[in-house]
């Protein structure tokens, strides 16, 4: 079955870097994008950008493009999302998520991963 | 960006009554909406995708309607399970979601 699993609780420091792993297993790893998003405690969805495996440029939000990173490993079917220069209000759940369709995908998402909780504090 | 405003921000009915939720946009999406619930601690599962195509696996008591700025979802009998968030989401222009329409057991 498609699982998406992503790493551990991070607690980071204002100014710091996080890196997020998603890994994917069940389906053909290059033929869907991975979306990512992030919810604040409390708050609703915000979609952050999604990633091509098979290759190509990454596509951000624009609120996100210059301090976030997409990158994916076809060898280990593993997207990471990369954060810099975190802030107290980046303080949040990030998700990963498969596109429901084949490249080039609908921008709909039907499996997710767990959520990773990010807390930035000094 | 294109803005979702969902109502009403909570609902409050008992199992077996019929929930309509709304979804408006601040401007056309055409029929490029969808629907996800969301239960305390647990990531979004897609209900409806392309305003009324039920994902895999949902039931028949979901039911999506609405074109343009104008959307709906209805769950037409509702069980225990249904009680939770509410998101709809478009992606016509980028992706945005709402903000979220809380269903509570009355």
């Known amino acids: 079955q498609v699982q998406l699993v992503q790493s551990g609780a991070e607690v980071k420091k204002p100014g710091a870097s996080v890196k997020v792993s998603c890994k994917a297993s069940?389906?053909?790893?290059?033929?869907?994008?991975v979306h990512w998003f992030r919810q604040a405690p409390g708050e609703g969805l915000e979609w952050m950008g999604q990633?091509?495996?098979?290759?190509?440029?990454?596509n951000y939000a624009q609120k996100f493009r210059g301090r976030v990173a997409l990158t994916a490993e076809t060898s280990t079917s593993t997207v990471y999302m990369e954060v810099n220069g975190l802030r107290s209000e980046d303080t949040a759940i990030y998700l990963c998520?498969?596109?429901?369709?084949?490249?080039?995908?609908?921008?709909?998402?039907?499996?997710w991963g767990q959520g990773t909780l990010v807390t930035v504090s000094s | 960006d294109i803005v979702l405003t969902q109502s009403p921000v909570t609902l409050s009915l008992s199992p077996g009554e019929r929930a309509t939720l709304s979804c408006r946009a601040s401007q056309s999406v055409r029929r490029y909406l969808a629907w996800y619930q969301q239960k305390a601690g647990q990531a979004p599962r897609l209900l409806i995708y392309d305003a009324s195509t039920r994902a895999t696996g949902i039931p028949a008591r979901f039911s999506g309607s609405g074109s343009g700025t104008d959307f709906t979802l209805t769950i037409s009998s509702l069980e225990p399970e249904d009680f939770a968030v509410y998101y709809c989401?478009?992606?016509?222009?980028?992706?945005?979601f709402g903000q979220g329409t809380r269903l509570e057991i009355k």
């Open positions: 069940g389906y053909s790893f290059t033929s869907y994008y």
């Open positions: 990633i091509n495996p098979s290759g190509g440029s990454p």
């Open positions: 998520a498969r596109d429901v369709g084949v490249v080039p995908g609908r921008d709909y998402f039907d499996h």
């Open positions: 989401q478009q992606r016509d222009t980028s992706i945005t």
